[in-house]
């Protein structure tokens, strides 16, 4: 898909779609005085789609945003940090309803049309004095301005050291649309259907089943091509919604602005999706891995995230070690068909196997390279016409820092 076919909106946010507006605040769940719940709400009924975690360990927000989406539709969403609500037995489901039910009277919308996020430590009951007065406090700041998207942003955020905002513009049938997505996540990542959590904010006319379709093919793209440390969370969510004001012909794939739309929502969840691997826990770098010549697509793929995902080749990244043999052994041991001896491999600019066979290079050259802030992987496995990009991130001395200390 190209770039062309749509406009980035430098300022745009995830309220930047007409009829969205946006809050956050701290009610107490952070140790930090940092924004710990948040809240999106639409004004009218959005056609609504998510993807979710495949952990069987699934929190109960899950359950409870499930049932809200059953219809196909939502008015809000409310999120909070600091707490995942997950792995808390009975008493947490409760807590997640009563979370949509306070938000759904508050915000004065159906239960049903609320759904409910969380992140944050597994295992610890809510708070719910304090999730309860922030929701109280939630429909006073609702913003249709950057200082709502600002605060929702924080609010959502945990062990992340910057927000992941993108927007773009698209034109359908004459008609300027927006797209805009916001998300969190920086360690636990290796989504297998999105990543930690993400929103994405649409004023399209569109169905939900054209919608969720679109969000399920561009999530396998782009937030299932990511990890940062192989751990698949019990919280991962993504939700789309739309809220129809553009108010032109209905998107579909027959639509002839299809490509031009879905180009645009692929590119605000790849930004996303690469702004989580850039901000990795104690991440320096951000690593790109693409494979080309692979059987299919899916081989490719899974090629791609095992290089991404060693934890070899992300110390040697973060070492500025130009070791193609971690690089080599992830090929050969993710399961796919490979031909031994015709993989080549590049490190940035620099080729340092031809054939499966090495070559001589410069390893100043490599280090200079490698000390950049983006190091890029390119392997050619000459065996078909399948290809596919993966995301990820350097594994450093912080990453053990922060985890070992998580709870504390």
Not at 11 to 22: D, L, Y
Not at 40 to 59: D, G, L, R
Not at 121 to 149: C, H, N, T, Y
Not at 321 to 350: H, L, S, Y
Request: with cysteine; hydrophobic share 40%; proline share 3%.
């Amino acid at each position: 898909m190209g770039d062309n076919l749509f406009a980035i909106l430098e300022e745009g946010t995830i309220v930047t779609p007409k009829g969205f507006k946006a809050a956050g605040l701290h009610c107490g769940l952070k140790k930090t005085d940092r924004h710990d719940l948040g809240a999106i709400v639409c004004e009218v009924p959005a056609v609504a789609a998510a993807v979710y975690t495949t952990n069987v360990f699934q929190a109960a927000p899950l359950k409870v945003t499930r049932e809200s989406l059953e219809d196909g539709k939502l008015r809000a969403i409310v999120v909070n940090s600091g707490n995942a609500n997950a792995c808390t037995g009975k008493q947490g489901e409760e807590d997640a309803y009563t979370m949509r039910a306070r938000a759904a009277s508050e915000f004065g919308v159906k239960e049903s049309d609320v759904a409910v996020a969380s992140t944050g430590v597994i295992g610890e009951l809510l708070k719910m004095d304090r999730v309860i007065a922030g929701i109280e406090g939630l429909p006073g700041r609702l913003s249709g301005a950057r200082e709502g998207a600002e605060a929702f942003n924080q609010a959502i955020l945990t062990t992340d050291l910057v927000k992941k905002e993108a927007c773009v513009t698209v034109s359908v049938g004459g008609v300027n649309v927006t797209i805009a997505g916001s998300a969190k996540g920086s360690g636990m990542i290796h989504p297998n259907m999105a990543t930690m959590l993400g929103f994405v904010t649409t004023d399209a006319v569109i169905g939900q089943e054209a919608l969720q379709q679109l969000l399920r093919q561009t999530t396998d793209l782009t937030f299932n091509m990511i990890t940062v440390d192989g751990d698949t969370s019990t919280n991962d969510m993504l939700i789309a919604m739309s809220s129809g004001l553009a108010g032109h012909d209905e998107l579909s794939p027959a639509h002839p602005d299809w490509e031009a739309f879905a180009s645009g929502f692929h590119y605000v969840c790849r930004m996303l999706a690469m702004a989580i691997a850039r901000d990795g826990e104690g991440a320096t770098h951000l690593i790109e891995v693409h494979v080309d010549g692979a059987e299919t697509d899916e081989d490719a793929q899974a090629i791609a995230k095992t290089i991404i995902g060693s934890s070899l080749v992300k110390s040697a990244v973060f070492g500025a070690d130009a070791n193609w043999g971690r690089i080599i052994a992830a090929v050969g041991r993710a399961g796919r068909p490979v031909n031994p001896e015709t993989v080549d491999i590049k490190i940035g600019p620099i080729s340092v196997l031809e054939q499966s066979r090495p070559v001589a290079f410069d390893e100043d050259a490599a280090l200079a390279y490698l000390q950049g802030d983006t190091v890029n992987i390119e392997v050619k496995l000459h065996t078909g016409s399948g290809s596919a990009t993966a995301w990820g991130c350097d594994l450093t001395y912080d990453y053990v820092r922060i985890n070992a200390a998580y709870r504390t």
